[in-house]
C-alpha cells in the first residue's frame, strides 16, 4: 500500500483528494494535517463525506511513516514550508501549488503534465503538479506547438467555476455577487501563463518563434504571445475554454491544415493519453464534471481555428491528476482511482 500524508487538508483540494484517496485501492491515508481543524472530523469540514470515514484532522506530520506528501497550500507557502521543516530523502513530494512549476537549477520539481512528461513522471521524487487553467490550455494547444503551427499570435477565452478560487471566501466568491454574474479577471497577467508558455515552447520545433507572456518580457516581431482573458463563471466547477489559431498560406497545405488534417493531428497527439480525448462535436462543460477527462475539439473557419477544451478543475486541473501522477511515480497504472463517471444531467 501507498502510505500518504495530506498537508493543507481542510480547503477544496485537500478534501477532493481524501475523497478520490479513501477509495483508492492502492492507498492508505495516514495523515491529514490542518492546523487549524486538528482533532476534528474531516467530515466536519468536508460534509460530502459523512458516511465515508471517521478520519480526523491532524496537527502532526509524521513523515517518517508515509511514501508520499501531498501539499495543498495556496501558491507561495510550499516553498516557505521546506524552508522551515525537514521531509525525509525517501518521501515523494506532490505539490499542487505554482512554486515549482518553472524549471530552475534551484529545484529537482518534474512538471507533472501526463500528456508530454509521463517517463520523467515516472522516474522522480518531487513533482509540481500543473495549475487548473494551464492544464486545459495546454491541451488545446500543445500538438499545435509540437508541428509548428503556432506562428502568430493566440487568443485566449476561458470560463471557471467558482472553486477555482480556493475555499476562503471572497467578494468576488461571494453566492449573491457570482451568482447569475460575469466577470474577467487578470487579463493578459495570469500566473498559469509562466507553465503554459515553459511547455509550448519546449515542444516547439527549433526554428519556430518564441512563445512568451507579457509577465516575462516584452514581445518583439520573432515572438508569440499568450493573449489570455480569464473568466469567473457562476458555477462550481470546470474550465470551458476556447483558443483562436490564425495559419499561413493556402488551406490543406502543411501550414494551413483543414478541419480533418487537424482532427487527425490532436487523435494522434493523444492516442496514449489516458484521460484526453479527443471530440468529433461541439463540447459542454458537463462532459467532464467529476471525472479526470480533458476532452478536446477543433473547428477551422478559413485560415482560423477555434480549438475547444473542457477539464473538471479540481480533478484533472487539480486533484486527479495530482492522483494520476501519483500513480505514475510509484508504478502502477495511472488510471487507479480514477474512472469517475460524470453526471447524466
Known amino acids: 500500500m501507498i502510505k500518504v500524508g495530506i498537508l493543507g487538508a481542510a480547503g477544496y483540494t485537500g478534501g477532493e483528494l481524501i ?18 481543524n486538528a482533532g476534528n472530523l474531516v467530515t466536519d469540514v468536508h460534509e460530502g463525506l459523512l458516511g465515508e470515514t471517521d478520519l480526523r484532522f491532524s496537527a502532526e506530520m509524521p513523515f517518517s511513516q508515509v511514501d508520499v506528501v501531498f501539499f495543498c497550500f495556496g501558491h507561495g ?42 517517463e520523467s513522471i515516472q522516474g522522480c521524487q518531487h513533482l509540481a503538479n500543473p495549475g487548473c487553467f494551464a492544464t486545459c490550455v495546454q491541451i488545446g494547444l500543445l500538438p499545435l506547438a509540437k508541428a509548428g503551427l503556432l506562428k502568430h499570435d493566440v487568443a485566449v477565452n476561458a470560463i471557471t467555476g467558482s472553486t477555482g478560487a480556493g475555499q476562503k471566501p471572497s467578494a468576488s466568491t461571494h453566492f ?19 507553465e503554459i508558455c515553459q511547455s509550448l515552447n519546449e515542444l516547439r520545433p527549433a526554428q519556430a518563434p518564441t512563445i512568451i507572456d507579457t509577465l516575462v518580457a516584452a514581445p518583439t516581431d520573432k515572438d508569440i504571445t499568450i493573449d489570455f482573458i480569464p473568466y469567473r463563471g457562476d458555477f462550481a466547477r470546470g474550465i470551458f475554454c476556447t483558443e483562436v489559431v490564425k495559419f499561413d498560406g493556402e488551406e490543406g497545405t ?25 471530440v468529433n462535436k461541439a463540447l459542454d462543460l458537463k462532459q467532464v464534471v467529476n471525472t479526470n477527462k480533458a476532452l478536446v475539439h477543433v473547428d477551422k473557419f478559413g485560415n482560423k481555428a477555434v480549438i475547444t477544451t473542457i477539464i473538471d478543475n479540481l480533478l484533472k486541473g ?10 505514475l511515480m510509484f508504478g502502477i ?13
Request: charged share 25%.
Open 19 to 36: 475523497r478520490l484517496l479513501l477509495w483508492h485501492p492502492e492507498v492508505e491515508i495516514v495523515f491529514a494535517n490542518s492546523e487549524s
Open 77 to 118: 507557502k510550499s516553498e516557505a514550508f521546506l524552508k522551515e521543516h525537514s521531509i525525509p530523502d525517501h518521501v515523494k513530494i506532490i505539490d499542487l501549488a505554482q512554486d515549482f512549476r518553472i524549471a530552475a537549477p534551484t529545484h529537482d520539481y518534474v512538471y507533472g503534465l501526463p500528456e508530454i512528461h509521463k
Open 176 to 194: 449573491s455577487w457570482r451568482n447569475n454574474n460575469l466577470s474577467i479577471y487578470k487579463v493578459f497577467t495570469h500566473q498559469h501563463l509562466h
Open 254 to 278: 502543411i501550414s494551413n491544415p483543414t478541419e480533418e488534417q487537424l482532427a487527425k493531428l490532436f487523435r494522434d497527439f493523444y492516442k496514449d493519453a489516458a484521460f484526453t480525448y479527443y
Open 318 to 327: 487539480a486533484v486527479g491528476q495530482a492522483v494520476q501522477n501519483m500513480n
Open 333 to 345: 497504472d495511472e488510471t487507479t482511482g480514477l474512472r469517475l463517471k460524470p453526471s447524466a444531467f
